[in-house]
């Protein structure tokens, strides 16, 4: 399975970004998908969860409120729309997928994204 992150960039404090994440269409259904990040130097942490048909969704604390993540299961797409952010939002963004959004929470994926870089200046 591959899955592919785009939208990253490099914006100023306050600014907002959408990022997406494209999967194969036919199975993208049955995931649980999630968005985790890594900051240079530090562990890989999640950001948010949401399950196969997008009822439930889990929010790290340092972004609930400022994140919002979706899925478009029609067009294998998963988004997060992230506003006001933080300089410490800065790190490499990945998208992953589980069959078991349980499992994902607890951060393991099945397959994961090579991940789209996002730098904020302050």
């Known amino acids: 399975v591959r899955l592919v992150e785009s939208g990253g960039g490099l914006v100023q404090a306050g600014d907002s970004l959408r990022l997406s994440c494209t999967a194969p269409?036919?199975?993208?259904?049955?995931?649980?998908m999630g968005w985790f990040r890594q900051a240079p130097g530090k562990a890989r942490e999640i950001v948010a969860v949401?399950?196969?048909?997008?009822?439930?969704?889990y929010y790290a604390d340092s972004v609930s409120g400022r994140f919002t993540i979706s899925r478009d299961n029609a067009r294998g797409t998963l988004y997060l729309q992230m506003n006001a952010l933080k300089p410490e939002d800065t790190a490499t963004y990945f998208c992953?997928?589980?069959?078991?959004?349980?499992?994902?929470?607890?951060?393991?994926?099945?397959?994961w994204g090579k991940g789209t870089l996002v730098t904020v200046s302050s």
């Open positions: 992953a997928q589980s069959t078991t959004y349980a499992t994902l929470r607890d951060g393991f994926g099945e397959h």
């Open positions: 949401i399950s196969n048909q997008g009822v439930s969704t």
């Open positions: 269409t036919g199975t993208f259904g049955i995931y649980a």
